[in-house]
């Protein structure tokens, strides 16, 4: 059974940066052909899709949040993770990371919970 748990601060200041990270258990992240991506839904808005990195190490971004979004992985803790700079009040949302087969959005088999995050001043 694959599990995914994101973490990271609920509360930031707007200029900061965001940054979460999200587990996964059950499945290697470096399996091919798994792609994990970041997703967030702010308040009364549908899912965004912010990035990728795949099972190969590869990031795609979106291109409205490419200049300050960031994906890494650490192989050896089976971990990804997301970071955000400048973050303002319009970052507030839930953040979730998936997992996809074979695609860089779209067609998630397994989410993490989500984890809140809230910028205000």
């Known amino acids: 059974q694959v599990q995914l748990q994101e973490w990271g601060p609920g509360l930031l200041k707007p200029s900061q940066t965001l940054s979460l990270t999200c587990a996964v258990y059950?499945?290697?992240?470096?399996?091919?052909?798994?792609?994990y991506s970041w997703i967030r839904q702010p308040p009364g808005k549908g899912l965004e899709w912010m990035g990728v990195?795949?099972?190969?190490?590869?990031?795609y971004y979106s291109p409205s949040l490419k200049s300050r979004t960031s994906i890494s992985r650490d192989t050896s803790k089976n971990q990804f993770s997301l970071q955000l700079s400048s973050v303002s009040p319009e970052d507030t949302a839930v953040y979730y990371c998936a997992r996809a087969y074979g695609s860089r959005g779209g067609g998630y088999d397994y989410w993490g919970q989500g984890t809140q995050v809230t910028v205000s001043s």
């Open positions: 059950g499945g290697s992240i470096t399996t091919s052909y798994y792609f």
């Open positions: 990195i795949g099972y190969e190490g590869s990031t």
